[in-house]
């Protein structure tokens, strides 16, 4: 996705003044740090924790916190704080996985919507407006409903099948701005070929606004696979997410507070990271929104 | 305008043929046993087996097995669960306690968010502001689960203030489950009615207003407002479907006897049936709603025109 080969002199003045802006943000700094905390958590748990969170001794089942078991124990007795680490990887490759892919989508049929007006462009768009009157989390029921197996890859299609639109939308609305300006046209009669004018020079400054809603979409998709989790139907056990903790713990509220409030204090955070992040990207990108 | 919501409405044919045909296409066309997908984990008698695959006319071929499935939605046929009631009796029988906690709902969004939204927007960068912003951000990164166990264990376990679940307490017990529900549409609200309220005080017939010596009560009350509320009212529109959706979770966490708390217990038992069901007559609701909201648009704001 860098596109660090296309980034001409006019772009990296641009980039410059946001990166420079960015740095003045704190909402942008305490929330990259944060995010680079959680994927290294999602990468390498071990580096937070000792414990195999599949360890389990029901003689402990739902101990409060103490100071050999920071965040308690589950109802199985297994080491809440290894299981709550171990719960980022998830949370965080359904978020990318689903963003990712949607970027991918969005940039081509966005790239061929705008680019080619006519059939192409609204058969994309009537196919986009069927996805758009799916509701998010119902719609992600019913799909996750007809499969057998319900794993990260599972959950991260559903999501992206009701994802792409939107991203698609405003890659389609950049590359419709861009298309005749005087570069473009002067790249065509330098003799570029369509494939080229796309990928070199209209792509690359098409990706500000989706990049922001990227980032933004990352923490809404990451809340969605835990609410599916929580209700029964995105990941199940004996996998370890956030949602799924919370959905066991929801029957022991009243009598052991911590299994709620540490799963859901990472969920919040991770969540809130990217909305910061995606907010500060489009304070520095569009200053006319502050 | 009449011009408009005709164009509108045939729009809309496209998207819920496609809905429609999204929903079967998955549940009844896909490789793979949908009686299976239908039953979850449970084992079916042969039997069983038969009258589903007869109910769901599985043998025909898929494009008429699509149209009667339609002719099926149609007629209000959203399957049968396991104990042989129609799902659409269920849902007419619990869909009061959902429309009443998507009403709430809606209430609380509106007054707290146009409030949060105009005193935000008025005067900008302030300290006021800058808390509206910061706490629509927040509000918006609590999954509703979430912040509807934490509120049911601070303000109904600890300090009994609500009733932590059921509805036996009228109106009252709708409280807390309606804000709960409201959390991200409220803060969308707010930051919706901000922007445009902080775009149009910006236009000449603000300024025109203000020279003639209007109280700046009347410029932003009368002048100002009125048109930035149009995308409020449209949104807020549009969000009531999207509020009885949103009630599967606020219904599971409350326990509160509607549609969504079936659907949530219908995962549980497995009962595939009520799942897809239910779920189809909520995903029509929310584009129903969606419809409404254009068309409102419409009617609101006399510059929206087709030709």
Redesign the interface.
């Given at each position: 996705m860098a596109p660090a080969a296309a980034v001409n002199v006019a772009q990296a003045g641009l980039w410059g003044d946001v990166g420079r802006q960015l740095r003045r943000s704190p909402q942008f700094l305490i929330g990259t740090a944060v995010i680079a905390v959680l994927a290294l958590m999602a990468l390498v748990p071990q580096l937070f924790t000792r414990i195999d969170p599949r360890q389990c001794d029901l003689a402990r089942s739902r101990r409060p916190p103490s100071a050999e078991a920071w965040f308690g124990y589950d109802v199985q007795g297994c080491d809440y704080y290894a299981n709550v680490i171990y719960g980022a990887r998830s949370s965080i490759s359904v978020g990318l996985i689903v963003v990712g892919g949607a970027l991918v989508i969005a940039l081509v049929l966005g790239a061929i919507a705008g680019f080619w007006p006519g059939w192409r462009d609204n058969v994309i768009a009537?196919?986009a407006?069927?996805?758009?009157?799916?509701?998010f989390?119902?719609?992600a029921?019913?799909?996750l409903?007809?499969f057998?197996e319900r794993g990260v890859l599972q959950v991260a299609l559903a999501l992206l099948l009701l994802t792409w639109m939107t991203p698609m939308r405003l890659v389609r609305a950049s590359v419709v701005a861009i298309r005749d300006s005087d570069y473009v046209q002067a790249a065509r009669a330098l003799g570029a070929t369509d494939l080229r004018i796309i990928t070199r020079h209209i792509l690359p400054n098409a990706l500000a606004p989706v990049l922001v809603y990227a980032t933004i979409t990352i923490?809404v998709v990451i809340?969605a696979e835990?609410?599916l989790s929580?209700?029964?139907?995105g990941l199940r056990l004996p996998a370890i997410s956030w949602g799924l903790m919370?959905g066991e713990?929801?029957n022991y509220?009243?009598t052991s507070?911590h299994l709620?409030?540490f799963p859901?204090a990472f969920?919040?955070v991770t969540?809130?990271s990217f909305?910061?992040v995606g907010?500060a990207l489009r304070d520095a990108l569009d200053p006319k929104?502050r | 305008m009449s011009r408009y919501i005709a164009r509108r409405l045939l729009l809309a044919i496209p998207v819920l043929i496609g809905a429609s045909f999204f929903i079967f296409f998955l549940v009844y066309a896909l490789p793979g046993d949908p009686v299976r997908a239908l039953a979850g984990d449970r084992p079916l008698a042969p039997g069983v087996i038969a009258e589903l695959r007869e109910r769901y006319n599985l043998d025909d071929p898929v494009f008429v097995q699509y149209l009667k499935y339609v002719g099926g939605l149609l007629q209000g046929d959203l399957g049968i669960d396991f104990s042989g009631r129609p799902v659409s009796e269920t849902i007419a029988q619990r869909i009061p306690v959902t429309a009443q906690l998507a009403l709430t709902a809606l209430v609380i969004e509106a007054v707290i968010g146009l409030i949060a939204g105009i005193v935000a927007g008025i005067r900008r960068g302030s300290y006021l502001d800058n808390l509206v912003l910061v706490s629509t951000t927040f509000l918006v990164s609590i999954p509703v689960f979430v912040l509807g166990f934490t509120l049911q264990y601070f303000l109904g376990v600890q300090i009994p203030l609500f009733p932590i679940s059921g509805t036996n307490e009228g109106l009252y017990s709708y409280l807390l489950p309606g804000f709960v529900l409201a959390t991200a549409s409220m803060a969308y609200v707010a930051r919706l009615l901000r922007t445009s309220l902080a775009e149009n005080l910006r236009n000449d017939y603000v300024r025109t207003a203000r020279a003639k010596g209007l109280p700046e009560r009347m410029v932003i009350g009368k002048h100002t407002l009125r048109n930035s509320l149009i995308a409020v009212v449209t949104f807020i529109g549009a969000d009531f479907g999207t509020l009885m959706g949103g009630a599967i979770v606020t219904e599971g966490v409350f326990n509160l006897p509607g549609v969504g708390r079936a659907v949530f217990d219908a995962v549980r038992s497995q009962e595939g049936t009520v799942v897809v069901g239910i779920t189809t007559f909520l995903i029509f609701v929310y584009i129903f709603f969606n419809l409404v909201a254009d068309v409102l648009y419409a009617a609101l704001d006399p510059r929206i025109r087709y030709e």
């Open positions: 009537r196919v407006d069927v996805f758009y009157g799916m509701p989390i119902l719609g029921i019913i799909i409903y007809q057998d923490g809340s835990a609410t929580f209700l029964g139907v919370i713990a929801q509220v009243r507070l709620l409030l859901g969920l919040v969540v809130l909305i910061s907010d929104m | -």
